[in-house]
């Protein structure tokens, strides 16, 4: 490997977060090594796996995606129907999903540089697309993005994000080692972290550098740890994301002394095909997800119902559905929808198997669970499911269930048109919430919250924002918030 002095930056990891703050880095000066873990035929981390959206704090839309997308005409944008969703409202939106738990100063800087970031992003070279997907639906001559959710996107969805974030290092001159992975972090004399240690099929060298940038993950592709932080059955769910986010350098900085933070008990997991392959089968992307529960009744393999299908909009339910999964009996459970909501169905749905019939019980047949179980569900619920107003996709539209447990919130129309559908689900884990503490300069901070000299942090591998939640975009966005500030701050050491 190269000569001790060499470098100015290093940063670990290549996802949004780290290629934003190398890229930030470099923009002020610095010379900068990226070392990624995976080889390149799974560099990204689990930027690759999402859809490339990012939770924004906006008031007027078809302005801000004029400026960020120029390839979209502006009679198309005109078309859109996005109601304002607004700094407030995004910063409370964290806070209520977290249960009041999310670091109001770590908050509201994602939240006030939602935007700006964007924006720098677009000058840097990315480029931005509407989010469509399960979040948007054509209503005549309109097309209504859902209250609440996330409306810009990477151009190409979270693929066309990381390899177009790859495409600008290497026109930056920026450095990328494959196949290299950080098992250490140097300091000197005085504590300051100087450098890393890193491995490679050559062995164990020695890098340094005047400051070092921690942007590689959590630890949602390790067995023992989720095992060990989350609880039982998690060693068993199905890593949505990359598998070579295994925590090991979040254990190295705790050891170094950095401060542990945020829901070490939680993660963001979603609802996946339950056929989903592990290793994960990169070519799918994040098309393994299943995100249109709020259209369904979700039932288990004894034919019954366990959670509130309805209670928010999906973007604020999906990432904490998906553990309920390992509650179930073989940690499956089948989303079961009827004609009516046959074309709102995230097209995702169709890459996985479906089961299509006339009647619950040959439904029940198909999916072999208890159909006299599955049939009781149904008539319960549509004996329940009241719907005074009309049905709206897009917005929480107050048409719940009465009494019958667990209640449907919203979307509760009756499942009672064939053709009925259904789609096998498990569990899949995206990101773990706990991590390090690091403070609004990115600098991660020791067990007596003073900064480590030299060793910066982004990304999922940061603490303190969420817990028991998780809103859509959010994660991005704040990776690419906290990069750019750790690119620059490591760019002026």
Not at 63 to 78: D, G, T, V
Not at 368 to 397: C, Q
Not at 412 to 430: E, H, L, R, W
Not at 481 to 489: L, S
Request: charged share 25%; net charge negative.
């Amino acid at each position: 490997m190269a000569n001790a002095r060499e470098y100015d930056v290093v940063v670990a990891g290549a996802g949004n977060a780290a290629i934003v703050a190398a890229l930030a880095a470099r923009e002020k000066g610095a010379k900068v090594l990226v070392l990624e873990k995976a080889p390149p035929d799974w560099r990204g981390g689990n930027t690759y796996f999402t859809t490339g959206s990012f939770r924004i704090g906006f008031e007027n839309a078809q302005e801000l995606m004029s400026r960020l997308m120029p390839q979209i005409p502006r009679s198309e944008i005109e078309s859109y129907v996005i109601a304002d969703y607004t700094k407030d409202r995004f910063y409370s939106d964290v806070m209520r999903v977290t249960e009041g738990m999310a670091d109001p100063d770590q908050l509201e800087l994602v939240v006030n540089e939602s935007i700006p970031i964007l924006e720098w992003m677009a000058k840097q070279g990315f480029e931005w697309e509407p989010r469509m997907g399960a979040h948007a639906y054509r209503r005549g001559d309109k097309i209504v993005f859902s209250a609440g959710g996330t409306i810009v996107q990477g151009r190409g969805g979270g693929a066309g994000l990381s390899d177009r974030g790859f495409a600008l290092l290497a026109e930056r001159g920026i450095e990328l080692r494959y196949n290299t992975k950080v098992s250490n972090l140097l300091r000197d004399s005085r504590g300051k972290v100087n450098g890393v240690a890193a491995q490679n099929r050559e062995g164990i060298q020695e890098i340094k550098s005047k400051a070092v940038i921690l942007g590689c993950g959590g630890f949602e592709a390790n067995p023992e740890m989720r095992c060990r932080y989350l609880g039982k059955n998690w060693d068993l769910a199905k890593v949505r994301g990359t598998p070579y986010n295994t925590g090991d350098m979040l254990r190295v900085a705790l050891e170094l002394g950095a401060a542990p933070v945020g829901h070490w008990g939680g993660c963001h997991a979603t609802f996946i095909d339950a056929e989903a392959p592990q290793p994960p089968d990169r070519a799918m992307t994040d098309r393994t997800r299943r995100i249109s529960h709020p259209l369904s009744i979700a039932v288990n393999m004894h034919g019954k119902r366990f959670l509130d299908e309805g209670e928010d909009m999906a973007s604020f339910t999906y990432a904490k559905y998906g553990q309920y999964c390992l509650e179930q009996p073989h940690l499956i459970a089948y989303h079961i929808f009827d004609a009516k909501v046959k074309g709102l169905i995230e097209d995702y749905y169709h890459t996985d198997r479906c089961i299509e019939v006339n009647s619950i019980r040959e439904l029940a047949e198909e999916l072999e669970i208890d159909a006299d179980e599955l049939i009781r569900t149904v008539e319960e619920f549509n004996s329940a499911a009241k719907t005074p107003k009309e049905f709206d996709p897009a917005h929480k539209d107050g048409n719940s269930t009465v009494g019958v447990s667990p209640p449907k919130s919203n979307w509760a129309q009756k499942i009672d048109t064939p053709p009925y559908t259904a789609y096998g689900v498990c569990c899949g884990i995206t990101f773990t919430y706990g991590g390090i503490r690091v403070n609004r300069q990115s600098q991660v901070l020791n067990t007596e919250g003073e900064a480590i000299p030299g060793l910066y942090a982004c990304g999922e591998i940061v603490g303190g924002l969420f817990y028991h939640n998780y809103p859509g975009g959010t994660g991005l966005t704040r990776g690419a918030v906290m990069g750019r500030i750790a690119g620059y701050q490591t760019a002026q050491e």
